[in-house]
C-alpha cells in the first residue's frame, strides 16, 4: 500500500508554512521567532558576555553557549518537565556545533555568547526550529558570522522520502519511518548537522541530503527576509 | 572589471554576496572568498571607490581606543578602579591615569566610589581585550545627579547628529546637560520634567534613527513636547 498522501495534503517535498521574525525580545542583544507548522522557536542570544565560572574563559577564542528548553505545557500530551534532561542536553549540544561553522569567536577572546532557546509549542522537527531561530538571533545581535545556518528534518515514511516531518507522520504506524535533521550552511552548502532516527538506504540518504539542500534554500531565504524587515529603511 | 550585487546603503546578512572581482576590497564587516566579497555581519554596505564595508546595526559596544564612554566603577583595585563599560570586557582606571594626583596610601573610595559614573576616555585595548581608560584631558569627570539611560550604541552617531548637530538642538530645547558616551549610554541632566522629554526623544531618535528626515521629525517632536520655536542651523 505504502504512504501515499500526506496527513496534512502537503507535497512529499513542501514544508509546513514558516513564518520568522528577528528582534522580538527586547532585553536580549538579538532574538528571534520561527515558526514552523504547529512548531514554535523562540531564540535569545546575550553576549558577548564575561563568562562564568571564569575557568572556562579561552584566551584565543569566546565560546558558544547553546541552551534547548521545551516548554511544560508544549506537547500534547503530557506536562514536559522542564530543565535539562538528557534528551535537551544532547539537542543543545548539537545545536551548538551546527552553528559553531559560521559564528567567528577569534573576535571575542575570554567571553561567551549565550544563545537560548525555548519551544512553547512543539510538533516534530523543534531541533531545526531551534537552529533556524538561533541563526537568526545570531545575526540580529550583530555577532559576525561567515554566513547563516537553515535546517530542515527529511524522514522516510513508509516508502516515501517527505520534507519537514511533523508528529503524525514521526509516529506513522503503517510502516517503519527514518527522521534525519539536516542542518545546511547556506551559501557553500555545507552539512553542519546530520543525526538519523531509524533505517535508511544509501541512496535514500543521498536524496534525503539533496532534499533538505533544496528545502533550506527557502528557508534562508525566509530567515534573510526576517533580518532585513526589521531593518530595512521605510520610506 | 568586477561587479556589485548589492546596492549601496541596503541592509546585508551574513553571507550575503556584495560584489564579484578582484578589483573591489574587503573592508570592515567584509571578507573574501576567492573573486567574491562577502559580508561578514548585518549592516548596512558602504561602497567607497573600490573599498566595500558594511557598518553593523546592532550589537554590544566594542571598545575602541579614543572613544569617550560613561562607564560605571563596578570594584575598586590597590592601584585603581575596574569600570563597567557596557561591553564583554571591563576596563581598568589606574590611579596614575585619575584626574589629579592620589597619594600611595589614599582612600580610593574618595574619588570614585562603587556605583559611580564617570566619563573617561579609552586609550589602549589589547589584543586580548584587555581596555585602559584614562581620565587626563578636558571634560573627564564624575557625572554627580542627572539620570543615565543606555541606548544601542551604534545609533549614537544619529544621536549626537552632523558636528553636534541633534544633541545641540536638543540641548537648546530642553535647557538639560547631556552627555553622549560612546558606548551607548547617556547622561541627562535639568529638571525632572525636561529630562523625562530627552529620555522621549532619545528613544524617538533609538527607533527612527535609520528612515530619512530624522531632524525635521525631532524638531517637530520637540516643539511640540516643549511648545517652543526651534530654529535649526543647517550642516554642510
Known amino acids: 500500500m ?32 520561527f515558526k514552523m507548522g504547529k512548531t514554535v522557536a523562540y531564540a535569545a542570544v546575550y553576549g558577548p558576555r564575561e563568562i562564568h565560572p571564569k575557568f572556562l574563559q579561552n584566551p584565543t577564542k569566546g565560546k558558544l553557549r547553546c541552551y534547548y528548553n521545551m516548554m511544560p505545557f508544549s506537547s500534547v500530551g503530557d506536562r514536559v518537565r522542564p530543565g535539562a534532561n538528557r534528551r535537551a542536553k544532547e ?15 577569534g573576535k571575542f577572546p575570554n567571553s561567551v555568547i549565550d544563545v537560548f532557546i525555548e519551544l512553547p509549542q ?9 537552529i533556524c531561530a538561533a541563526s537568526i538571533a545570531l545575526a540580529d545581535a550583530g555577532i559576525l558570522m561567515n554566513d547563516m545556518v537553515a535546517a530542515v ?10 520534507v519537514d516531518l511533523d508528529y503524525s507522520e514521526e509516529s506513522y504506524e503503517g510502516g517503519t519511518v527514518a527522521d534525519i535533521p539536516i542542518a545546511v550552511i547556506s551559501r557553500t552548502g555545507e552539512i553542519s548537522l546530520l543525526q538519523m532516527d531509524g533505517n535508511l538506504s544509501r ?26 524587515n526589521k531593518y530595512e529603511v521605510k520610506k | 572589471m568586477g561587479k556589485l550585487l548589492v546596492e549601496d546603503k541596503t541592509i546585508v546578512t551574513p553571507g550575503e554576496e556584495l560584489a564579484e572581482g578582484m578589483d573591489f576590497l574587503p573592508a570592515e564587516g567584509t571578507f573574501r572568498d576567492k573573486d567574491k566579497i562577502i559580508s561578514s555581519g548585518l549592516g548596512l554596505v558602504n561602497v567607497n571607490g573600490r573599498v566595500i564595508k558594511t557598518i553593523s546595526v546592532s ?55 562603587i556605583g559611580d559614573y564617570i566619563i573617561t576616555d579609552i586609550i589602549m585595548v589589547t589584543s586580548q581585550r584587555l581596555v585602559d581608560a584614562s581620565m587626563k584631558g578636558p571634560g573627564m569627570r564624575k557625572l554627580i545627579g542627572g539620570r543615565i539611560i ?6 549614537v552617531p544619529r544621536i549626537i547628529g552632523k558636528k553636534g548637530s541633534m544633541v545641540s538642538m536638543i540641548k537648546n ?29 532619545i528613544k524617538k531618535i533609538e527607533q527612527e534613527a535609520h528612515i530619512s528626515g530624522l531632524t525635521d521629525r525631532i524638531k517637530a517632536f520637540l516643539e511640540k513636547e516643549t511648545n517652543k520655536k526651534i530654529n535649526i542651523e543647517r550642516v554642510e
Open chain 1, 2 to 33: 505504502g504512504y501515499t498522501k500526506r496527513n496534512d495534503g502537503r507535497k512529499f517535498d513542501e514544508t509546513r508554512p514558516i513564518e520568522a521574525k528577528a528582534g522580538i525580545i527586547k532585553r536580549a542583544d538579538g532574538s528571534a521567532y
Open chain 1, 91 to 105: 539537542i543543545a549540544m548539537v545545536t551548538e556545533k551546527a552553528l559553531l561553522p559560521v559564528v567567528d569567536l
Open chain 1, 122 to 130: 512543539t510538533d516534530a522537527g523543534t531541533r531545526c526550529a531551534g
Open chain 1, 153 to 162: 528534518s527529511i524522514g522516510r515514511v513508509d516508502d516515501k522520502l517527505v
Open chain 1, 203 to 228: 541512496e535514500d540518504l543521498k536524496k534525503a541530503v539533496e532534499m533538505a539542500k533544496k528545502s533550506c534554500i527557502k528557508i534562508d531565504k525566509i530567515q534573510r527576509d526576517a533580518l532585513k
Open chain 2, 59 to 113: 550589537g554590544r559596544y566594542i571598545p575602541k581606543s579614543g572613544d569617550t564612554i560613561i562607564a560605571k566603577v563596578t570594584n575598586i583595585l590597590m592601584s585603581g578602579w575596574i569600570l563597567d563599560i557596557g561591553s564583554a570586557y571591563s576596563a581598568v582606571l589606574s590611579v596614575k591615569e585619575a584626574k589629579d594626583f592620589i597619594r600611595r596610601d589614599a582612600d580610593l573610595t574618595r574619588y570614585y566610589n
Open chain 2, 150 to 155: 543606555n541606548v544601542n550604541c551604534h545609533k
Open chain 2, 173 to 201: 530645547a530642553t535647557d538639560c546637560s547631556i552627555i553622549v558616551g560612546q558606548n551607548g549610554v547617556i547622561w541627562i541632566n535639568g529638571s525632572p520634567e525636561n529630562e523625562i522629554i530627552v529620555v522621549k526623544t
